[in-house]
């Protein structure tokens, strides 16, 4: 089976009261709905809902870029000052190689949204294959983060020697300098 057979994605909703089912997780959908209006090309998603743990969320990682195979994994929460919120220190933990432009940008869009943008340690890295990308828990901050960096995200894939991402042009174009 070729790579673009089988292309999944991971989507990490971080959340202890998600996790707990103390409420309903709306970030992890979110995301599939996100992906689903942007990609033209078949893929499968790969999701889990994990508590603020950063054993949990390391692992978690691995298994997602190790085992799965996810050219990308988006995660989503555990990204502000509080106590029990380390998923970009988790996700450092498992990098390779830091992508600082991402979480730059998307503080810079998410400015325009809420003062409190600057409280996102959101960042990206890549470990492996795979490009993972930090999201903000509030689950209206995924489009508003990914509309800003998603037209990046099929190139980095390409560069990582991944699967050839297309993206619903009429909704996002993919930047390529280099075409196929
Ligand atoms: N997966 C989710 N589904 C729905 N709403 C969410 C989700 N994650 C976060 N939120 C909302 O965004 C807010 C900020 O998210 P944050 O990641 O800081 O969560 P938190 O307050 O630390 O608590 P928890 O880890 O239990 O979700 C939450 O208080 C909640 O209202
Ligand atoms: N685009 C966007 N970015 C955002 C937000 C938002 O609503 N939209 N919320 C901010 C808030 S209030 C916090 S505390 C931080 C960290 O959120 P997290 O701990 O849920 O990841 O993300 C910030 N970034």
């Given amino acids: 089976m070729s790579k673009k057979d089988h292309v999944k994605i991971g989507i990490v909703t971080v959340s202890d009261r998600a996790s707990r089912g103390e409420y309903e997780d709306r970030g992890g959908p979110a995301i599939v709905d996100y992906l689903s ?67 730059e940008l998307m503080r810079k869009v998410s400015l325009e949204k809420v003062p409190t943008a600057i409280l996102s340690r959101q960042t990206a890295v890549i470990r492996g294959g795979s490009l993972i990308i930090n999201l903000p828990g509030q689950p209206k901050a995924i489009q508003e983060c990914l509309d800003a960096v998603f037209p990046a995200v099929p190139y980095c894939i390409d560069l990582l020697e991944g699967p050839y991402l297309e993206t619903n042009e009429s909704r996002l174009v993919a930047f390529r300098p280099k075409k196929k």
Avoid: H
């Fill in 37 to 103: 209006e942007v990609l033209s090309s078949e893929w499968t998603p790969v999701a889990r809902v994990i508590p603020d743990e950063l054993y949990t969320i390391t692992e978690t990682l691995q298994e997602l870029t190790d085992l799965e195979q996810c050219c990308l994994i988006v995660t989503t929460g555990g990204t502000g000052p509080a106590k029990r919120d380390i998923t970009p220190e988790a996700t450092l933990a498992v990098a390779e190689k830091e992508m600082p432009g991402f979480g």
